[in-house]
């Protein structure tokens, strides 16, 4: 019966998940609270405290949720500093990701990505049927600039250009005037700030200035609510009625919206934990420095990508997780051997001291 499905689907290579942490905390024989979890980037220390009182405080979950998630964005106008009529809210960063393209591509067209990157460009590009086009990074992971514009110039087809910053999976930050001349090409860029609360530098006002510039962000990483699906981005003013059209009408549900609301009333909360995070990052590189076959590159966000010299990284991998330590191994081009590991508390981080030790 696979006539019913679309021949590029047929073909597309399936998305690898993470191994849920039920699943994985079974087959270790480990509790949830023994597993130090530092391969999908997510708080430490749970949600903000504002959001968990935000959302004991919820009565209205039998309500379905206001399309235009108001309450939200008027929250994230205040937050952000931008426009409210130019803020989107969605179930995640990732489903913002996924309408930029569903709202742009037709057939033939072409997205940029400069891997390694963030897996959800190619991904929610082969979904809607766009073209992909890799235009890798330099080997210190910065932007290649010249190599972008020349794509471009070879690439009639070409419309969207995904720039992550900071980089997800190193952690560098793309240059004021990288992005500028990126922007002057005719394409639509999405900034991909994800991990920017950790960097600080948000470039979300230049797309009062550009106006062919998307800034996506989320709650999932510095907020802790990954599980609860809510990112929000600005958009141009020219595409919001179109995208409003085609999304969801109830993409951001009434839990996901309280606690977001929660978390943005709960700054000190984030700003201090921006601060122990970071500082966590930096000591984890100071004590990891004596294990010789891990070299750091340096990182602007919550987690830092090792390359590995020596020894197996997917090995390495399997080692920490028999120690109860879970991180994230990368085997692409760009990234081979490599593996990166989220910022965790200070026992996290002796926890992966400890294992690393006890593997030698
Ligand atoms: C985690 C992550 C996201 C996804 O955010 P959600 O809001 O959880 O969908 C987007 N971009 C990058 C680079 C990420 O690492």
Redo the contacts with the bound molecule.
Sequence with gaps: MNQFIRRDIIDMQPYTPIVPFEVLSQRLGRTADDIVKLDA?ENPYGPAPGALAALQAGRYFHIYPDPEANVLRDKLADFTGVPKERLLAGM????L?DLVLRVVLEPGDAVIDCPP??G?YPFSTAVNAGAYVAVARRDDYSLDVDAIEAEVARQPHAKVLFV?SPN?PDGSVVADADLRRLLELPLLVVL?E??VDFSGNSRMAWALEYDNLVV?R????LAGL?GL???YGIFPEWSIPHIMKIKQPYNVNVAASLAACGALDDKEWLREKVSAITAERDRMVRLLAPFRYLRPYPSRSNFVLFRVFGRNALDLKRNLEQHGILVRHFAKPGVDNCIRISAGRPQDTNRLVEALREIG
């Design positions: 980037n995640g960063a990732d489903e990701i990157s963030f959800m992550c997800n991909d994800a991990y996506l989320t709650f999932s990483k990954a699906r809510v990112g």
